[in-house]
């Protein structure tokens, strides 16, 4: 007998669009099941089940998940938040005992993501162009005496997502006041170019790029693309390509970039869905399938850039009603 092709999306709050295309994508030879610790996060009611948990900081939480996994053949799982991101990498042989595949990267990939002056070391040793990082404030004064650096700068936790905390500062005060007031923060270099965002799949099998689409970012709400062109240029691909080479990255992940002066600079990479994939599976890069492949362990094809360009996408809002 077949086992079905159970996919189970941790997290998933209003995400409700990648619920529905893995739906789409399974047709009816699995199902798509979903958690939150809210039963007001309007995704969950799009997949066929959905489980109320606990929050991922609370000490029970990843026995409840294996759990969920066990009861119902799950056979592959993913998160749509970035702290759940480092549970599931670090406890990926848990879940393989139980015959669920986590869909992240390793663990020290993930952990390097979420440290952002860390993932600008990794980036400055392997030479791939990047956006000038300080976390010595002193050495940032330095540089801007000498002219190798000016204001405006943004100062950043060296630790965060969803673009809190960030804030665009233009003097050296600016700067004392922020440094005095929180810790962990780092100063980066402000790029007044064009901003990209590149959902990128690699192959779980192969470890190969096999897909790319990359969208320049019209409209940004909360650190998620909410307006956006579609866009293909075989040297920022090459580049990609490079970069996950060096790095070794595994499934989805939705990389920052900035392009200035003709020339791109990776910023930071999200290794998961990102906030704007919609737009690439509209277009046909169709991550979902791929996912279902590679757990029914198939490879699949080269497809970067099999996409139309000068697309755009708008968000909307939608509406969920609930009532007890």
Not at 36 to 42: I, M, W
Not at 59 to 64: N, Q, T, V
Not at 247 to 276: M, Q
């Amino acid at each position: 007998m077949i086992k079905p092709m159970n996919i189970l999306i941790l997290s998933c709050g209003s995400r409700n669009k990648i619920v529905q295309y893995f739906k789409k994508e399974l047709g009816g030879s699995g199902q798509v099941m979903a958690t939150d610790s809210s039963e007001l996060a309007p995704a969950i009611y799009e997949a066929d089940k959905y489980f109320i948990v606990p929050k991922i900081n609370e000490k029970d939480y990843l026995d409840i998940i294996l759990e969920i996994c066990k009861e119902n053949n799950i056979k592959g799982v993913l998160s749509l938040i970035d702290p759940e991101l480092s549970l599931l990498s670090k406890n990926r042989d848990a879940f393989l005992a139980i015959g669920t595949t986590p869909i992240v990267s390793d663990h020290e990939l993930v952990e390097m993501c979420f440290d952002k002056y860390n993932f600008y070391e990794f980036l400055i040793k392997n030479n791939i162009k990047t956006i000038r990082s300080y976390i010595d404030k002193e050495v940032f004064y330095q540089d801007v005496e000498l002219g190798d650096m000016e204001y405006p700068v943004f100062v950043k936790p060296v630790r965060g997502s969803a673009s809190v905390n960030i804030s665009k500062v233009n003097t050296k005060e600016e700067i004392e006041l922020l440094f005095e007031q929180f810790d962990n923060l780092m100063i980066q270099e402000f790029m007044d170019g064009i901003e990209i965002g590149a959902d990128t799949y690699i192959d779980m099998i192969t470890k190969e790029t096999v897909s790319i689409f990359a969208k320049e970012k019209i409209k940004m709400r909360a650190g998620e693309t909410d307006k956006s062109v579609s866009i293909k240029d075989e040297v920022l691909f090459d580049l990609i390509k490079k970069f996950v080479e060096v790095t070794g990255f595994i499934g989805i992940i939705d990389i920052d970039i900035f392009k200035k002066d003709d020339e791109y600079y990776i910023s930071e990479v999200n290794p998961r869905f990102g906030g704007g994939y919609p737009h690439g599976y509209e277009c046909g890069v169709n991550v979902p399938n791929m996912i279902i492949n590679n757990l029914d362990n198939k490879v699949n094809e080269d497809v970067i850039g099999n996409y139309e360009n000068n697309i755009y996408m708008m968000k909307f809002n939608e509406v969920k009603i609930f009532k007890k």
